[in-house]
């Protein structure tokens, strides 16, 4: 069983940033592929990006490319979301994840845990 909790979302304007974090419980974190989501009003859940076990490889979708950054401290059983050039359309719940499988899968359903959301608002 794993817990996860996400801090640091917030209210923040056009191409301003944020790092948003994911502390989980237990001590098996390093298995655990860990990926990042977001939910905007009305629309379904989507992919953001995903870390392998040790950080060695990194998944983005298309609409973060350049902008986030994702990164993960093994010892702290923490994952992180460095959110740069944010856009009104950022604007959504964020959620964290962790997968058992080895690699950063793209699909919410491949992942095992979630945490409770963290709100991200970007104003214009």
């Known amino acids: 069983q794993v817990q996860l909790v996400e801090s640091g979302g917030g209210l923040v304007q056009t191409g301003g940033s944020l790092r948003l974090s994911c502390a989980a419980s237990?001590?098996?974190?390093?298995?655990?592929?860990m990926g990042w989501f977001r939910q905007a009003p009305g629309k379904e859940r989507e992919f953001v990006m995903s870390?392998?076990?040790?950080?060695?490889?990194?998944y983005y979708a298309n609409s973060v490319k350049g902008r986030f950054t994702i990164s993960r401290d093994n010892a702290k059983n923490t994952v992180y979301l460095q959110m740069n050039s944010l856009k009104p359309e950022d604007t959504a719940v964020y959620y964290c994840?962790?997968?058992?499988?080895?690699?950063?899968?793209?699909?919410?359903?491949?992942?095992?845990?979630w945490g409770q959301g963290t709100q991200v608002t970007v104003s214009s």
């Open positions: 237990g001590r098996t974190f390093s298995s655990y592929t």
């Open positions: 994840a962790a997968d058992r499988g080895p690699n950063g899968s793209t699909r919410s359903i491949e992942y095992d845990y």
């Open positions: 870390i392998s076990r040790t950080g060695g490889s990194t």
